[in-house]
């Protein structure tokens, strides 16, 4: 049984434990404590080093049966500002003083897959060997999943615990492209000979009119998100960076978007005769996982035998589940009951989360059965 007190306790316990991105040791240490008091030795597989942070990925390994493994996921890290969180419960409800988020966004997922592993550990239930990645620097764009050892996973299916309402699936997220442009234009005094310069802002500020952003279909966004330029008031600006997104669920829409960007800012430039350099990368890629295999399956079933409603929907963001997926680890996202994440209304239902740990112990439970 999970107890609904050592659940809250645990939460509190993590909560209180600053963990920003590239600095998740001390978060990382306190789960390293808890699976050793159950037998599971849980270590760090050095990445922290190549992302400059004070911890990598925390990987742990459960044998189990004969039954496929199965990857279990939450990250360490949180967004800013969280440090220094003060959690306190009111009708059983974990918010924050307001001043930071509350860090449920993933500690939330570090609890789900703690408890329900340790529910299973100790009480002998048979399940599949287990491997556990707790990745760093999630928040920060991926980069723990993107650095993990995948020659050392086997698993080939998984969960993935993150916020959101409890019972709901994620099966499907877009892929995402991200660009920079440096607009070059020319510096000139702005009183004494402006006809000499080219304004670098007024180049940018004519692309963004033109660009298409926000909500662009039902499965397509864009943004516009940096941009940097000007030293003082009396010098025609000759460069500004512009910094922006995209994401699509079909990616041909993505490659539109992008070629749309481009065009908008070779128009601008050649218009003042000034120069655009765009660079543009692929963030991750799109995933969508069928209602007929594996890990929705078996993550509706288990929600069904504990009592939730299961839920498969599709999200506009990208999570470790996009990396793993792309490296042929098929998996879901399971919400655990953290809502209004980055932001400081960040709160949880206690009852929730203990559902959701409830929910991860019966979908390892039925993995174990295959
Ligand atoms: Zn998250």
């Given at each position: 049984?999970?107890?609904?007190?050592?659940?809250?306790?645990?939460?509190?316990?993590?909560?209180?434990?600053?963990?920003?991105?590239?600095?998740?040791?001390?978060?990382?240490?306190?789960?390293?404590?808890?699976?050793?008091?159950?037998?599971?030795?849980?270590?760090?597989?050095?990445?922290?080093?190549?992302?400059?942070?004070?911890?990598?990925?925390?990987?742990?390994?459960?044998?189990?049966?004969?039954?496929?493994?199965?990857?279990?996921?939450?990250?360490?890290?949180?967004?800013?500002?969280?440090?220094?969180?003060?959690?306190?419960?009111?009708?059983?409800?974990?918010?924050?003083?307001?001043?930071?988020?509350?860090?449920?966004?993933?500690?939330?997922?570090?609890?789900?897959?703690?408890?329900?592993?340790?529910?299973?550990?100790?009480?002998?239930?048979?399940?599949?060997?287990?491997?556990?990645?707790?990745?760093?620097?999630?928040?920060?764009?991926?980069?723990?999943?993107?650095?993990?050892?995948?020659?050392?996973?086997?698993?080939?299916?998984?969960?993935?615990?993150?916020?959101?309402?409890?019972?709901?699936?994620?099966?499907?997220?877009?892929?995402a492209d991200r660009w920079d442009a440096v607009?070059?234009?020319?510096?000139?005094?702005?009183?004494?000979?402006?006809?000499?310069?080219?304004?670098?802002?007024?180049?940018?500020?004519?692309a963004?009119?033109?660009m298409?952003?926000?909500?662009?279909?039902?499965?397509?966004?864009a943004n516009v998100g940096l941009?940097?330029?000007?030293?003082?008031?009396?010098?025609?600006?000759?460069?500004?960076t512009v910094g922006g997104e995209a994401?699509?669920?079909?990616?041909?829409?993505l490659?539109?978007q992008v070629k749309h960007v481009r065009?908008c800012f070779?128009?601008?430039?050649?218009?003042?005769?000034?120069?655009v350099e765009l660079t543009v990368s692929r963030t991750?890629?799109?995933?969508?996982?069928?209602?007929?295999?594996?890990?929705?399956?078996?993550?509706?079933?288990?929600?069904?035998?504990?009592?939730?409603?299961?839920?498969?929907?599709?999200?506009?963001?990208?999570?470790?589940?996009?990396?793993?997926?792309?490296?042929?680890?098929?998996?879901?996202?399971?919400?655990?009951?953290?809502?209004?994440?980055?932001?400081?209304?960040?709160?949880?239902?206690?009852?929730?989360?203990?559902?959701?740990?409830?929910?991860?112990?019966?979908?390892?439970?039925?993995?174990?059965?295959?």
């Amino acid at each position: 049984m999970i107890e609904m007190e050592r659940v809250t306790a645990d939460l509190l316990a993590l909560l209180r434990i600053d963990s920003p991105s590239y600095r998740e040791a001390a978060a990382a240490a306190w789960l390293v404590a808890q699976f050793a008091e159950f037998g599971v030795e849980a270590t760090d597989d050095g990445l922290g080093a190549t992302l400059n942070g004070n911890s990598g990925n925390l990987i742990a390994r459960v044998p189990g049966n004969g039954a496929p493994p199965v990857l279990l996921n939450a990250h360490l890290d949180n967004v800013p500002p969280c440090e220094g969180v003060s959690p306190a419960i009111e009708d059983g409800v974990v918010r924050t003083d307001g001043r930071t988020v509350l860090g449920g966004d993933d500690k939330c997922g570090c609890i789900a897959v703690l408890s329900a592993v340790r529910e299973v550990v100790t009480n002998g239930i048979p399940h599949p060997p287990l491997e556990i990645v707790l990745p760093a620097a999630e928040e920060t764009g991926l980069e723990g999943a993107k650095g993990l050892d995948y020659e050392a996973v086997t698993a080939r299916r998984g969960f993935v615990a993150e916020s959101g309402t409890v019972g709901a699936i994620t099966v499907k997220a877009p892929s995402a492209d991200r660009w920079d442009a440096v607009l070059k234009g020319r510096a000139a005094h702005a009183g004494v000979a402006p006809e000499k310069g080219i304004n670098a802002i007024r180049m940018a500020a004519e692309a963004i009119a033109e660009m298409h952003v926000g909500r662009l279909d039902d499965e397509t966004t864009a943004n516009v998100g940096l941009i940097r330029a000007g030293e003082a008031r009396n010098v025609v600006p000759p460069i500004c960076t512009v910094g922006g997104e995209a994401r699509s669920h079909d990616t041909r829409k993505l490659d539109s978007q992008v070629k749309h960007v481009r065009r908008c800012f070779d128009k601008a430039a050649k218009r003042h005769g000034g120069e655009v350099e765009l660079t543009v990368s692929r963030t991750y890629e799109r995933f969508d996982v069928g209602l007929d295999e594996w890990p929705y399956v078996v993550a509706d079933e288990a929600a069904q035998e504990v009592g939730l409603e299961p839920l498969a929907r599709p999200t506009g963001g990208g999570s470790d589940a996009n990396i793993f997926n792309q490296h042929g680890v098929v998996c879901v996202i399971l919400g655990c009951g953290s809502s209004e994440v980055h932001t400081p209304d960040e709160h949880v239902d206690l009852n929730d989360l203990h559902r959701a740990c409830v929910w991860l112990a019966k979908i390892i439970e039925i993995a174990g059965r295959d």
